[in-house]
């Protein structure tokens, strides 16, 4: 709110102003700031002396002087050059690099060894191992056999289906993953007692900062979609500024907001989509969208990745926005633009390490949904808390093979979770979900768009506009409904 509108506002509420306190006005306080000063106005009438203090008493209470930072930890910078079998070959092997670096942390494995390795051991030897699964079936007799391949070797690996404490380890089992195996050494095959996934370490830290700030997290806007909720998105913006609805104080004083892909609907991403455009120019939807962003106070800082509908690659990692089609965007100057996956530093100040936030539109979600029975069977596309969780153990965001597109950097992996995140934040499903895992938060973001024809052909059923905001001082989660024109807790 301007100046001339906060004045207005404060006379139309009966209360006299002494001719000094009308230059003293600042602008862009918003309603929370007016309802703050109605309360503490003494006799209806407002003297420069009375002005000071009660300004005074809101900027401790609502106002933070600090610039908070946001770090890019890790971005990814695309490596341009002719892609060769020897790129996959390259990329493969380092993703085994790097997540046997993790394994070989756990004390089961330990005494590991390669495959190669095996010939010097005897029959009835117990054995540690770390593979990639190249296949995995399951017998007529209901044993389930892997075979697991190294650098050096490959070699089958019996999980007998007496072992009832491998039953849902096995279920959970995806093509292309890397993990650990403990067991007894037969002919030329393993026999299994005991499965390691990379996961995350029990002794993982639940962070907590000393400021009570908060940070909240949407994704899948769909701007230029004709079914974008477009009332209810510019209702969640005035929130922010503190204009519009309940929980004023969170809005206050919430300084981080991330967007998790799919800024826009983009142009030609399924067949007939043409006929869901609202806006068919896809610099135009770009433009739309940042418009609705600039509103957005300047204090909060938006973090977005893209998505399999904004104007890039599909294949992961995805870059940064192109500037040519999104300069508006880029002249943001509280918007940090990140590739799709990136890992995010907030809040790193006064000697705290900040929060580790990784960003992952959720492409591959689809595919695990239904490729591990024990997902599908509770809900599949409807369950991304198990996805996330099941992406975790793998300490990978799209282990199997044809699980998503992608680019086979001949550097390193850019989708394995190597440093683990305080907040794993992702999209692409349309449903809010909030979960926690080993003191991982876990938020799958809801959408901005009622469902459409291409939505219901793949079973996709929205859960719009709702927004999970987490208070950074004691990880405690609101989910805020912008639904039916109203800010409701859910």
Not at 28 to 39: A, K, Q, R, V, Y
Not at 259 to 282: S, T
Not at 344 to 363: A, S
């Amino acid at each position: 709110m301007i100046r001339e509108e906060i004045i207005k506002e404060i006379v139309e509420k009966g209360i006299l102003l002494d001719s000094e306190v009308i230059d003293l006005v600042p602008d862009n306080l918003g309603s929370i700031f007016l309802d703050f000063l109605c309360e503490r106005v003494n006799n209806k009438f407002l003297s420069k002396n009375d002005f000071h203090y009660i300004l005074n008493e809101y900027n401790k209470r609502f106002v933070f002087n600090t610039d908070f930072n946001v770090e890019l930890v890790h971005i990814y910078n695309d490596n341009f050059k002719k892609k060769e079998v020897q790129d996959f070959v390259k990329y493969f092997r380092n993703r085994y690099e790097s997540i046997k670096n993790i394994l070989i942390k756990r004390i089961e494995l330990q005494s590991v060894i390669s495959v190669i390795r095996l010939r010097d051991k005897r029959e009835g030897d117990r054995v540690s191992l770390i593979g990639l699964v190249l296949e995995k079936s399951i017998t007529k007799s209901g044993n389930c056999i892997l075979r697991l391949e190294d650098t050096t070797g490959i070699i089958d690996v019996l999980i007998g289906k007496n072992k009832e404490n491998l039953v849902e380890i096995v279920d959970e089992i995806v093509l292309d993953e890397i993990l650990g195996v403990v067991g007894v050494l037969g002919k030329n095959i393993v026999f299994c007692n005991e499965i390691i996934f990379p996961d995350i370490p029990l002794n993982k830290e639940l962070k907590r900062c000393d400021d009570e700030i908060y940070a909240a997290f949407i994704g899948d806007i769909h701007y230029g979609l004709n079914q974008f909720l477009e009332e209810e998105f510019s209702n969640f913006i005035d929130w922010i500024n503190s204009d519009y609805g309940e929980q004023k104080e969170i809005a206050s004083r919430l300084r981080y907001l991330f967007i998790v892909g799919d800024l826009v609907e983009g142009i030609g991403v399924y067949p007939g989509q043409e006929d869901d455009l609202k806006i068919k120019d896809i610099v135009k939807q770009y433009e739309g969208i940042s418009l609705l962003l600039s509103r957005i106070n300047s204090n909060v800082k938006i973090i977005i990745c893209g998505g399999n509908h904004d104007a890039m690659r599909i294949a992961e990692p995805q870059p940064l926005f192109d500037k040519k089609i999104c300069e508006c965007l880029y002249k943001l100057d509280n918007v940090y633009l990140v590739t799709n996956p990136s890992l995010v530093n907030i809040h790193k100040i006064n000697g705290f390490l900040g929060f580790d936030v990784l960003i992952y539109h959720g492409y591959s979600f689809i595919y695990y949904s239904d490729a591990v029975n024990s997902i599908r069977m509770k809900g599949g596309q409807e369950r991304s808390d198990l996805v996330m969780r099941l992406l975790l153990k793998k300490r990978h965001l799209a282990p199997a093979h044809g699980s998503n597109l992608y680019i086979p950097d001949n550097r390193y992996d850019p989708l394995v979770i190597d440093k683990i995140p305080d907040f794993f934040i992702s999209g692409h499903i349309h449903r809010i979900m909030v979960d926690n895992y080993k003191n991982v938060s876990l938020f799958n973001c809801s959408c901005w768009t009622t469902q459409t024809k291409d939505m219901e052909k793949r079973g996709i059923v929205p859960h719009p506009a709702k927004v999970p905001v987490v208070n950074l001082k004691t990880r405690d989660v609101r989910i805020i409904n912008f639904l039916d024109s109203g800010v409701k807790n859910v």
